[in-house]
């Protein structure tokens, strides 16, 4: 395993990442890997632990490169458009370093949680006036916010747009599908008091609509903010826990990769 460490976008956000170095002894069996950034929720106000780590070195140990954005919040939210500026470029530096860093040229994933999946959805709208280096290969969203509006939260929203009407339309997601978003895969519960279900359910109708590839789980019970799922992040939650083997699923069947 080894570390690398870049600063993205015009703010200079940390970010890093973990790659698998090739066992020459074992005949390399992977020369090139999906690469997965990682983006934890928080509400545009922090960045939470529970959706850093633990994930990172389970995606990790099933042969993925790993990679996390600590992008803008709080304060250091100069621009409202800097979070969405820091994944496009988070996506840039891997798409322009795919051959020095062993990633697969056509698996380079974004995987955002709750206002962490905003900020990967938004990109993944947003990301042709980045230009094509930015385009993920593929979204996925676990429990994200995507509405500004009545279902949205209300702390992403403030904290995102101050209340501006403009920037409230912009960043209501569900709105912002185009036929060019990339495929995406979404899970969430049913009972999220926090993000409401409707989040998700609002942008699959709209990526149903523009005929996007999606795959969507919505589990029967569990809060919000789940991470894995697991007794070690937090609330233990059983059904949810298959959430990360289903992705796997999604980043394999659109890649080729067998982790």
Known sequence: ?????????????????????????????????????????????????????PVVFSLFARGYNVFVLRYSVGDRIASPSYPEEEVAAAVSILKERSRELSIMSNAIFTLGFSAGGHAAASEACHWEKFGEKARPDGVILCYPVITMGEKGHQGSTDSLTHGNAALISYYSLETQVKETIPPVFIWHTASDASVPVENSLMFASSLIEHNAKLEMHIFPNGVHGLSTGKREVGKEEKRVQC?????????????????
């Open 243 to 259: 959430w990360m083997d289903l992705a796997c699923c999604f980043v394999e069947e659109l890649t080729g990769f067998r982790g």
């Open 1 to 53: 395993m080894k570390r690398v460490d870049y600063k993205a976008g015009k703010s200079g956000v940390p970010f890093y990442g973990y790659i698998h170095e090739d066992f020459t002894e074992l005949g390399g069996m992977y020369k090139e890997r999906p690469a997965v950034i990682v983006l934890p929720g928080g509400g545009y106000i922090k960045l939470s632990p529970r959706e850093e780590d």
